[in-house]
């Protein structure tokens, strides 16, 4: 079982704990009304999918409960880091 | 809770006794989930000091997140409201049971179906985690006793899951 290091509880806990919430640092437009067709779908369907090196969200589901960021090898399934959410992307 | 309304309990009222383990209900209790930007507000509030770090717990009250704690108190405990603060005090004392755990096999029964390393688990820590597929608290009271809360809906299946356990 992979140990993941969560940002919150500052320690590494088991992998079923957590759960995925796909890609990391997507901002929602401040004015939805204001985006064209193209913007918005880009906005809501167009997703990176790398194979390597990937920014995701991840959220401690069955511990604190937060959502924070992870540098993920999307290969190896290693963690590179973890890190609170609104810190800048790493 | 309702003196008037009779209880049902999802497991069994009798402990479930095998060798080196004992595993019980706990009595009714009041559950309150507490939910604050700032603690000094629960503080103020409740005039009890409020654990900071998650996992840590005192006085009945375990830290489960940066913001969310559970408040454990007596049935007639008087618990504020917390009307006009900028906090949240749900009463979810029906949401769950709480199952004893205790004997030397204990964190063995526990580590059965919980991914922690319970012997790495000092006493006093609480913490929410998985037991196979149930969601649960666990809270360690004291060396060889432990307290899991679980959600009344899937304490059944726990029971037979740690009770099974248990016998091997």
């Known amino acids: 079982m992979i140990l993941i290091h969560c940002p919150y509880c500052d320690e590494k806990r088991p992998e079923i704990e957590f759960a995925n919430a796909g890609q990391a640092h997507i901002a929602r437009p401040l004015d939805p009304s204001g985006q064209n067709d193209a913007e918005w779908e880009d906005y809501l369907f167009i997703r990176a999918n790398p194979r390597g090196r990937h920014h995701e969200r991840w959220r401690h589901i069955h511990g604190c409960g937060r959502f924070f960021n992870a540098v993920r090898d999307t290969v190896t399934d290693k963690f590179e880091t973890t890190y609170k959410a609104g810190e800048p992307r790493r | ?168």
């Open chain 2, 1 to 168: 809770m309702s003196d008037n309304l009779i209880r049902h309990e999802p497991v069994s009222d009798a402990p479930f006794v095998a060798d080196g383990v004992r595993i019980s209900l706990a009595p009714p209790m009041q559950r309150h989930a507490l939910r604050a930007r700032n603690a000094e507000d629960l503080e103020r509030l409740l005039q009890v000091k409020i654990p900071r770090q998650i996992g840590a717990s005192e006085g009945g009250i375990m830290c489960l997140g940066p913001d969310e704690w559970l408040l454990r108190a007596d049935v007639d405990a008087p618990i504020p409201t917390g009307d006009g603060l900028p906090v949240a005090i749900t009463d979810v004392s029906e949401r769950s049971i709480c199952l004893v755990i205790e004997g030397p096999r204990a964190s063995e029964i526990l580590m059965a179906g919980c991914p922690l390393d319970l012997n790495q688990f000092a006493v006093g820590r609480a913490t929410r985690t998985i037991y196979e597929t149930v969601e649960i608290i666990i809270l360690r009271e004291a060396e060889d006793r432990f307290h899991v809360e679980v959600w009344r809906s899937f304490s059944e299946w726990l029971w037979t899951a740690m009770t099974t356990a248990a016998r091997h």
